[in-house]
Every structure is written in C-alpha cells, then in structure tokens.
C-alpha cells in the first residue's frame, strides 16, 4: 500500500515543499542562470530564519524581565536564551565564509539583477537592532532620509512599531536600577569603592614618584596619564558630571544602573550576584558578535564590489564598515572596565553582606 503514512509527516510539518520551492533565480529570466545566485539566495533566506529566532528569544528575555520583581530562576533562563543568541551568532558569522566561496566575477554574473533590493532593506534585522536598543538617532546613516524610507508600506509600520516598545536596553537599565545591595546596612558599596580607588590611585603616583628605573620625562608622562584616569574617575563620582555625560551622549547607562553594574562585575564571585555577571557578560557578547558580523560583511562587500555603490544604493563596504564602528547597544557595560580595581583593592564585604549574597543553606549552619 503507497501513499504517505499516516500521522504527522516529516515533509508536512517542516514545509519543506514550500521552503525548498523559494529560491527564485532571477538571472534566469535572461537565459541560463548563474550558478552562484543559489548560494546567494538560500544564504540570505538562513539569515533570515535565523534572525527569526534571535527575535524569538529578545521576546522570551523581554517578557521576563519586563516585571517589577525578577525571579532568580526566571534569571536563568534570560542567561540561557542570551547564550542561545550568543551560538545563532557564532552562525552567522560563519556563513560568511561560505558566501565567500562565491568569487566577484561569479556575483557579477547576478548583481545587476538585485538592483534595488539590498540587505539594507531587512525588515527582520531592524526589528533585532531595535529591540536590542538601538534609538534612531543613534544609527550610522549613509541618507539624511530616515533608516525606513527604503522599505515596504507593511515592513516599515513593522519596524517603526518597535521604536516605541520596551528594549532590551530599557529593561536591563531598569533591573540594574532596582539592585538592592548598593547600599545595606551600614555598608555602602559606592562610598567604600570611593576609597578603594583613591587609595589605588595614590599608590599608582607614590610608584611612579619612587620608580628608579624611570626617567624625569617618563615620570611626567605617567602623571600625566594618571591624572587622566582620575578625571575618569571624578566624572563616576560625581552625579553632575555624569548627567552631563548622560545630556552629551557619551554614556547612556543611568548613573544607579552603572553602579549596580560595576558592583555585579566586581563582586562577581558571590554566589547570588553570578547569574546577574552572566546576563551582563551576555550582553556584552551579543553587542561584540553583532559588531564582528557587521565588520566580516563589510570585508566581504569590499571584497565583492570595490568601491562600486550597493544595490541599494549605500556607499557598500564603506558603509558597512563604519556601521560596524558606530553602530552598538551595550558600550556602556563593554566599557566598565575602565573602572575596575583589582581584587586585592576591593572593599571587604561585613559579614552580613556576604550572607545575603550567598546561599541561604550552609552546612555550618544547617
């Protein structure tokens, strides 16, 4: 007896027919077509599919995160759906270097028949940008015409809608500004770590005042350096002048949310602040990734087109590219280092802190 089984068919539910069916070839209308445009289509319709469940898991963090209260084990699964964005990008990068198979002269074969569709006009990867955080007017633009202006009706309704949502960025602004240890009891991280850096800083001078092997000229130079990164420094302490770095752009975190943030970093090690590192370290790698992918393609556009213009009418490689440099979410937290001490400087936690940063059971007080 022939026929499909019955049930549920492996065909059927994935759709292959209609998925395998999508690749139209257009340098076909003209003859035979060009080898290479089915690598080109079915490589951009998997970025596609993936962006689809980088989407998929933004939403998961966003309706997690998006409460008042965060539950520790909902924490855990906004770590596990950022590490599953983190490996699809690892992904993306590496279908670079299989659409690198494809030569210029083989591209040139196709390119004039793409003209005007370009990877500028992906709905889908707006919407990612988006939802990360990424504000209008913080784009790289290569028009003075708005980043939508290329798209479809349908697609730009989509993708404006999500100018106004809840981000990524918000969300984990807000939970960072909700952090309860900054201040308990009679510890006062932010004073403490105060102290710590100015006893760190004092002793950096006292070691290039006393350093032999440095020359007068040498000396000046590393004050020099240093009273930079006391000027650093005096703009974290104090909240005037980081509101004017909030009111200039050149920070975006809130001053409560970076301080929660370098707490999370430097104490890392206890026990109920590692998942809180985790999601921020996260963070921090998606910026990073998207940041390598946008840098892998701007190399391959260069390599594929010169200095023509894109299909969609960019400056191609070059436009890439200093997207690639402007174009980020998270510098703030990618920045923190700038201000960390090391651990030997680090203010020592009282013993009650350290217990409401550790697990409740312990077997000394079981």
């Given amino acids: ?9 492996y065909g059927d539910y994935l759709q292959l027919e209609t998925i395998l069916g999508a690749q139209d070839l257009k340098s076909g209308n003209k003859g035979d077509p060009a080898h290479d445009e089915m690598l080109f289509i079915i490589i951009h319709q998997t970025y596609e599919l993936w962006f689809k469940q980088v989407l998929w898991e933004i939403d998961g963090v966003v309706r997690l995160l998006n409460r ?8 855990g699964k906004v770590v596990s759906h950022l590490e599953r964005i ?46 990360m955080g990424m504000r209008p007017h913080d784009r790289h633009a290569f028009t003075k015409t708005k980043y939508t202006s290329r798209y479809s009706d349908t697609d730009r ?3 404006e809608a999500t100018e106004e949502s809840p981000s990524l960025f918000d969300l984990v602004e807000s939970w960072l500004e909700r952090t309860p240890f900054i ?17 760190m800083l004092s002793s950096d001078a006292d070691h290039i005042q006393t ?42 975190l ?34 990073e990734n998207f940041t390598n992918w946008r840098y892998r393609h701007a190399l391959m556009a260069k390599r594929m087109i010169g200095t023509k213009i894109g299909t969609g009418g960019s400056s191609g490689g070059e436009y890439l590219r200093k997207a690639a440099e402007h174009n980020r979410v998270f510098g703030d937290l990618n ?20 217990q409401k940063l550790g697990f409740h059971w312990h077997p000394d007080r079981a």
């Fill in 254 to 287: 809130s001053h409560r949310a970076l301080q929660a943030a370098l707490l999370i970093q430097l104490y890392r090690d206890e026990p109920i602040l590692h998942l809180p590192f985790r999601l921020l370290q996260a963070l921090v790698d998606i910026d």
């Fill in 183 to 199: 201040q308990v009891g009679m510890f006062d991280f932010w004073e403490s770590y105060k102290e710590a850096v100015d006893r």
């Fill in 68 to 75: 008042e209260a965060v539950e520790e084990g909902d924490l």
């Fill in 86 to 131: 983190i490996e699809i990008q690892r992904v993306l990068i590496q279908q670079i270097n299989i659409l690198e198979t494809m030569t210029p002269l083989d591209f040139l074969d196709f390119r004039d028949e793409l003209i005007p569709a370009s990877g500028f006009q992906s709905a889908q990867w707006r919407i990612v940008e988006n939802k």
């Fill in 335 to 354: 920045n923190l280092t700038t201000f960390f001490i090391p651990r030997s400087e680090l203010p020592k936690l009282p013993e009650n802190v350290r």
């Fill in 157 to 159: 309704h989509k993708v």
């Fill in 1 to 9: 007896m022939s026929g499909k089984p019955k049930g549920l068919y």
């Fill in 211 to 252: 350093n032999p092997t440095l020359t007068k000229d040498e000396k000046t130079a590393q004050m020099k350096n240093l009273d930079g990164t006391r000027t650093h420094f005096s703009a974290l302490f104090s909240a005037e002048k980081y509101a004017d770095l909030l009111a200039s752009k050149e920070v975006r």
